[in-house]
């Protein structure tokens, strides 16, 4: 028994040593690359609402689901679909007033707020939905993002870049350093996210809306084997 002891930890302390050379010859090289693609987008995300004033609370909130209502009606009409429509925030709060003097505030009324967001899908028909909703309801608008109704394709691309950049920069940096650039050894992905690109292409018939591109950008972190 203690010769087969023996002879395990001879073995362990082998393999030790054995990786520990190995480790101590393996030279690496890391370097970060970068893929963009840059495509138009194909649907958008606005951000609408409804702000209404009433002396009453119940007058108030019933003002604005009028409006609302009017408002998601003609959407529907101008051909976004129901689940294209999502409630973001709702909200009644008092309207105070008589700070700026020395009486004590009181509720001079009451305010309700309600919005929504609406997905469009037909970039077209971007301009003449935005001009039917404020037409037809909203007076509050927080903005438009566009963006892929299917974006893995595309991010697959840039991350395909990506590889392909940090293998140039790799190569120049070995070439530089007298070495051959070999396997890689890890491959790690940073971040990747969709940008706006200052590159526009179409406006929409109704409201002008210009859609632009978006720059789709991978980020890799790749460590390569370099050899004499």
């Known amino acids: 028994m203690r010769v087969l002891n023996s002879l395990i930890l001879s073995t362990g302390l082998a393999l030790c040593l054995a990786q520990g050379a190995w480790a101590e010859t393996l030279r690496?090289?890391?370097?970060?690359g970068e893929g963009i693609v840059e495509t138009a987008p194909d649907q958008a995300t606005i951000s609408l609402g409804v702000t209404t004033n009433a002396d009453t609370a119940v007058a108030a909130l019933a003002a604005n689901s009028a409006a609302m209502t009017t408002m998601m009606d003609q959407l529907k009409a101008a051909g976004v679909a129901a689940a294209d429509l999502q409630t973001?925030?709702?909200s009644l709060s008092?309207?105070?007033s008589g700070y700026s003097s020395s009486s004590t505030p009181s509720i001079a009324g009451y305010v309700a707020s309600n919005m929504?967001?609406?997905?469009?899908r037909d970039l077209d028909a971007l301009g003449t939905i935005l001009d039917a909703a404020v037409s037809d309801g909203a007076n509050t608008m927080n903005g438009i993002t566009f963006g892929l109704a299917e974006p893995n394709p595309v991010m697959n691309e840039a991350r395909s870049r990506a590889v392909a950049d940090a293998t140039s920069r790799a190569t120049v940096l070995a070439m530089a350093a007298g070495a051959t650039?070999?396997?890689?050894v890890t491959i790690t992905e940073g971040g990747t996210f969709p940008g706006p690109a200052p590159m526009f292409r179409a406006e929409a018939?109704?409201?002008?809306?210009a859609s632009g591109e978006l720059a789709m950008t991978a980020s890799v972190t790749v460590t390569f084997e370099i050899v004499e």
């Open 181 to 184: 650039l070999g396997p890689i």
């Open 205 to 209: 018939s109704a409201v002008p809306v």
């Open 116 to 120: 929504l967001n609406v997905r469009v």
């Open 94 to 96: 008092p309207n105070w």
């Open 88 to 90: 973001a925030n709702l």
């Open 28 to 32: 690496t090289i890391t370097v970060t």
